[in-house]
């Protein structure tokens, strides 16, 4: 009868007699989400009321290709179960409220812990409430130190074999120790500095979002206080030293203090990080009586090849070299936020080369290894220094951009450390020899 009725055109009469059938909607199972908008008609869960909707039998009882289909992606409801009419071919929520949008929601960020306090290392020996101090300089993380401190290094050993006369090894001694120490201080102050004005986007960063600032261990009045103490004692220790470094210091300390707002303004901080932290050379080779910008040594009163002049074109060759060098070794470091910096607006060369940075870092390498080589040219140096400080920087640059693996924040980390004694090492053993040999000599 039923065939009959279809036959003859009598479907729209029969049909239109049956009763409504009202059938709840189970409700969507805690983590399933809704389809994603611009899938095929045939996965997707049908919202509209259309006769012509292609994912029902005529008959309006199942889904066109089964039930397993409908129970993959069920209508998306709201907590509270709403009623659907489903009668020939219609599928309609009682209210446009009950319908979940199309998108699916944001998964919520993921958990960020809690700070432990350190129980090993040096900040596991000292206070309860020295620690986020002792965080904020960071005086458990000594690399730093170290990378501040080579500079300083370079420029006394390259006024050592430069000077018209033979420096005591104990005067070398006793101004690196300065040095040394000086900079273990500024470089405390200028890590607070940077970490209090960053604090905002610290919280961004997952590594940086404990630092004493950001996580509120220490507000940013304490912060500023204790960053103008290390200052303070700093320039004590600078006062040590003869007045032409304290001249030189002051453009090192101005440039320092940006630093960390060129975070803000410029894809290039680490450009203005090498300018500060290279300086060290001229204040170094100041500090041992060769001043560097003027470069009046004759060639009888300093190595056989130098010319007048010459000397500064050296000092200047060797500052270009270390700027080249902490561009390197700082891009890679923030190579370990790139993400989350680029999140959070930071600007860096890691960022802003982040599809292609290991070309830029070749091309600074190059830079590097060619100043070094116009620094051995123009101080006429001997073999001790092309072999160990030109060509063992060079190897030890290549082995690190070949080696590092950028997208490792471990990786990124551990090179950082190892530049240290792999590219500062090189540099540093090709002046000392040159400088025992003019001793021996």
């Not at 000292?126 to 000594?142: F, H, S, T």
Request: net charge positive.
């Amino acid at each position: 009868m039923r065939s009959l009725s279809r036959i003859c055109g009598l479907s729209a009469l029969t049909t239109a007699t049956r009763p409504l059938v009202y059938r709840p909607i189970r409700e969507r199972p805690p983590g399933r989400q809704a389809p994603p908008v611009g899938v095929p008609k045939d996965t997707a869960p049908v919202t509209s009321i259309s006769r012509a909707t292609p994912n029902f039998h005529e008959g309006g009882r199942r889904w066109r290709d089964g039930t397993s289909r409908a129970r993959a992606w069920p209508p998306v409801v709201s907590s509270v179960p709403t009623t659907v009419v489903r009668a020939r071919g219609l599928m309609a929520p009682r209210s446009g409220a009950d319908v979940a949008p199309a998108h699916p929601a944001a998964p919520p960020p993921p958990a960020l812990g809690r700070y432990q306090r350190p129980t090993t290392g040096v900040l596991g020996h000292v206070p309860a409430w020295v620690v986020p101090y002792a965080e904020l300089a960071r005086i458990d993380k000594p690399t730093g130190i170290y990378l501040f401190y080579l500079p300083y290094l370079f420029g006394t050993l390259f006024a050592a074999v430069v000077s018209p006369t033979l420096l005591a090894p104990t005067a070398l001694l006793a101004t690196n120790g300065l040095f040394l120490v000086g900079t273990a201080v500024m470089r405390g102050a200028a890590c607070s500095w940077n970490d209090t004005i960053d604090a905002p986007y610290d919280r961004q960063v997952a590594r940086c979002r404990w630092r004493p600032v950001a996580r509120g261990a220490l507000s940013r009045r304490q912060a500023h206080v204790f960053t103008a103490l290390q200052s303070v004692v700093g320039a004590a220790i600078l006062l040590q030293l003869p007045p032409a470094v304290i001249g030189y210091a002051v453009p090192n300390i101005a440039l320092l203090a940006f630093y960390p707002f060129a975070k803000r303004l410029t894809h290039y901080p680490q450009v203005v990080l090498g300018l500060t932290v290279g300086w060290g050379v001229i204040m170094g080779a100041a500090a041992m009586g060769v001043d560097p910008l003027l470069g009046l040594l004759s060639p009888a009163s300093a190595s056989a090849a130098a010319m007048p002049g010459a000397v500064g074109v050296a000092a200047g060759a060797l500052y270009a070299a270390n700027v080249a060098w902490t561009v390197i070794y700082d891009t890679i470091y923030a190579h370990q936020d790139v993400r989350d910096d680029a999140a959070a607006g930071v600007k860096s060369l890691a960022v802003r080369f982040r599809h292609r940075p290991k070309p830029l870092l070749a091309a600074l390498a190059l830079t590097q290894v060619a100043a070094l080589a116009a620094t051995g040219a123009a101080a006429g140096l001997g073999p001790a220094y092309w072999v160990a400080s030109v060509a063992g920087c060079a190897l030890s640059l290549a082995l690190m951009i070949r080696r590092v693996d950028l997208a490792r924040p471990a990786s990124c980390a551990a090179w950082f450390r190892k530049t240290v004694w792999y590219t500062g090492g090189a540099i540093s053993a090709g002046l000392l020899l040159e400088y025992l040999a003019r001793s021996v000599s």
